[in-house]
């Protein structure tokens, strides 16, 4: 399993998982969403998006963040194996 | 003592606050509630305290108006209770780690407690309590339990021993304690967990979001009218012969009869358009307006504790981006069809500057509060349902224009939507009452004398003489461009004070339905009510709000001759329904792609 996908939220597919490896932009968003507990190393799951560039939703930290297409651009995450039974495929 | 009410937003303070301190402060299951503090006491004599609920913030990082409130009042008091969320214990220790820069003794209340119970949350208070060295109650707001223990633990409040500066170490250390005192037990999700996973459904998400909003009109408008129908039957059996006996007493005319019971129309004396106090004066307050609020703020009520509002958001952020705006604009907007004042406060939530400049003219322009849509039911529904869905295609019309020409031409950027979501919750009956007792209460009150001194000033200045002068001044707009008698002057001049006043005088009118549809929007569109417009001075500033004023003369001017010139004279109304909803939804897709946003992300903090 050497070569581990990383790409931005946004393209993750729907049920899956990623560990959070970069925020690209400034301190503002990346404040922002440290608040929110997204942060470099923190493990999300992409739970659902609303079609059409429309916000992703995501659980962390125990909670359920909607963040909008701009963001998701901009927060890259490496896709993680699943362990439980109940991966989609894409 | 000074205690302060902190924690990340929609954990329940305010719900906490209201249960400490006896006083009724707005609760509802989305995150941004509270946008100003709010303050109390509990206690008497040496224990009484002084208690305060700040808005939500996330961080100490403050990037909205609302948490910038909250950082300042953070200097302001002597003990905090950090009101946590049981049931989201992860990220709200982030900000309780945060607080112990703060120096100030504190204590952990655990709000959702029993939530957090069901959904197989356990937490080991006792290891909580030594790792953060402060005492750790578990508490539930809503019934109340746990309160008492909490507010006798006051005095053990500790300033907590820890400092940890960094972002990164910070989550660390939450992981670990996370590790230590939470245990997660598996069960199958409930009904509500199952109705949550399908809120972002591409088809049924879209579908609920529509069926949601044409149900909550629907039901305004019919259980609206079915009150009024048992309150007019009330006011015409009880109140109406009473006021008969009166006007005799009172000698039939002269300027105090006319000011408490009017003019008697054909003789009698008619509620609706006699024009006093006792007459016109109750019946658009208790007989109009007081109906289609309460049925109103009840269903919101129900939306808000539901905790609907954060999803219908998530679904709206890619329309809403057309208009220069992002999803969580859609919450004020909704706040402000009940009054344009909480609607305007809630701008707090956004970000910047250009958003707020933009909701902000969206609803002083284009959002006729509750009791103004209800006599606009009433009286341009006596016409016709298309007449009545004309005023309300044309202000979708307005706001589709407004927002698309605040996007393209106001500087700044709206950041996308970042966003928690909060689990639905059935609202209980109980804390539904008393938010809806409270919303009625404070119209009664605040609206009120506002009803009463408007009437009372129209009937003074046509006595005075001052309406004609008026009108003769400013005839060439009204009959030139608007094809509107002069007698409409009046109604303008007291939408200053009360917009629903204003649109109820027109009943005394004579009136072609044109004619009235077209005062009625121009009364909605022209110039945001006394209330309203002394917030939004204060909001925005002078000169946003007079910016905001400029684009609303133009508006008004525009679509006052616009429509005389072509509603039933060049279309019907139905026509031009369908033609304005067209145009929107056109203008919408076609600037759509030139002038989306480039998503600029970064904002500076404050």
Known sequence: MGNKQILPLSDL????????????????????????????GVTVTKKNTVFGHGPSIISVAGSELAIGYGKTQKIWVEVEECEDSSRRQP | MKILLVGNPNVGKSLVFSQLTGLNVTASNYPGTTVEFYRGYMGKGEDRHEIIDVPGMYSMEPTCEAEQVARKMLNYGDVIINVLDATNLERNLNLTLQLAACRKPMVVALNFWD???????????GKLESILGVPVIPVSAVTGEGLKTMVDRLKEARVPPFLIDKADERWEKIGTVIREVQTLRHRHPTLLEHLQNMSFHPVYGFLTGVAVLLVSIFLIIFIGEFLIGIIELLLTRWYLPLIEKLSPLLGGEGLFHDVLIGKLIDGTINLEESLGLLTTGVYVAFGVVLPYISIFYFILGFWEDFGYLPRLAVLMDRIMHRIGLHGFAVVPLILAFGCNVPGVLALRNLESRREKFIAATIMAIGIPCMAQSSIIIGLVGKHGLSYLLLVFAFLFFIWTVLGIFGNCFIQGHTPSLLMEIPPYRLPRASVQLKKLKMRVTAFLTEAIP?????????????????????????????????????????????????????????????????????????????????????????????????????????????????????????LPPQALVVLLVAASIVLAALTAKKYDPVEFEDFPGT
């Open chain 1, 13 to 40: 597919p729907q049920g899956l998982s990623g560990r959070v490896v970069r925020i690209d932009g400034g301190l503002g968003i990346k404040q922002r969403l440290e608040a929110m507990g997204v942060l470099p």
């Open chain 2, 115 to 125: 939530e957090a119970k069901q959904k197989g949350i356990g937490i080991n208070t």
């Open chain 2, 450 to 570: 506002f009803v009463f001194g408007s009437i009372l000033l129209v009937d003074l200045l046509h006595a005075l003489g001052v309406i004609n002068w008026i009108a003769r001044l400013i005839a060439p707009v009204i009959s030139g461009l608007w094809g509107l008698p002069e007698t409409v002057t009046s109604t303008l001049m007291i939408g200053f004070l009360r917009k629903d006043v204003a649109v109820a005088l027109l009943e005394a009118l004579t009136l072609t339905p044109a004619q009235l549809t077209i005062t009625a929007l121009i009364l909605t569109l022209y110039f945001p009510c006394a209330a309203t417009f002394a917030v939004i001075m204060r909001e925005l500033g002078l000169k946003d709000t007079l910016k905001a004023i400029g684009i609303m003369l133009t508006v008004t001017l525009l679509s006052g001759t616009f429509l005389s010139l072509t509603l039933d004279r060049l």
